[in-house]
């Protein structure tokens, strides 16, 4: 959250806030494997910045997969077990789990933080509180 800051501070333009964000997530290692911001744009998630595996779903409608679910229903998405969701948009075969934490001002949804793990139900409570805090810093700072 301080490199955010300090990024804002000296007026890093959004995508720099959000691909900071993203390295400083998956920096944290396992179980974090990939980190992708998804940004509400008319209607539409839109992939504004990423760190690790690429991905074919650079926009993904709202309702559709976890990353639309998330929208659609207001609430994070934590997902033990991809294998397990019917509506799950798959971008490689290593992912496991998911957990998507939403970027909220106030009322108002920005977007999202996507996380991939590798390990099955790789993310704790204690994940998810840490990936909303800087969903949160986010949300003060673009
Ligand atoms: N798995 C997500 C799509 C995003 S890619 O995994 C990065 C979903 O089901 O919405």
Known sequence: MRALRAAHLHDAPRPELLQLACQRVCAWGAPFTSVYAYMLQDGELVLEAFTGRTTEHVRIPV??????????TGQDQLVPDVTA????LACN???R??????????????GQLDVDSD???GFTPAHHAAVKRVADALAVLL
């Open 119 to 121: 390990v099955p139900d």
């Open 63 to 72: 309702g559709v997969g976890v990353c639309g679910t998330a929208i659609a």
């Open 85 to 88: 969701v019917g509506n799950y």
């Open 97 to 110: 789990a998911e957990l998507v934490v939403l970027i909220r001002r106030g009322a108002t949804i920005l």
């Open 93 to 95: 075969v290593d992912t």
